[in-house]
């Protein structure tokens, strides 16, 4: 399944939702460990899509 995301903080505000997911499965290791392996799924995936991002376009005016 794919999804559409929109962010006003663009990609920063996609890295920092990763960071947190990948804090909170920490969190959670040892009293869920299936959610934090979820969310460190999660987490992944949505850095797997950033990296995919094509770079930013740097105008030279």
Known sequence: ???LLKLP???RDATEIVEALLVA???REKTS???ATRWRR???NI???LDALP???QDNQ
């Open 42 to 44: 999660i987490a992944d």
């Open 1 to 3: 399944m794919a999804a």
């Open 25 to 27: 499965a920490g969190a």
């Open 9 to 11: 903080g663009g990609t």
């Open 55 to 57: 770079p930013p376009r």
């Open 47 to 49: 850095g797997d899509a």
């Open 33 to 35: 460990p299936e959610l």
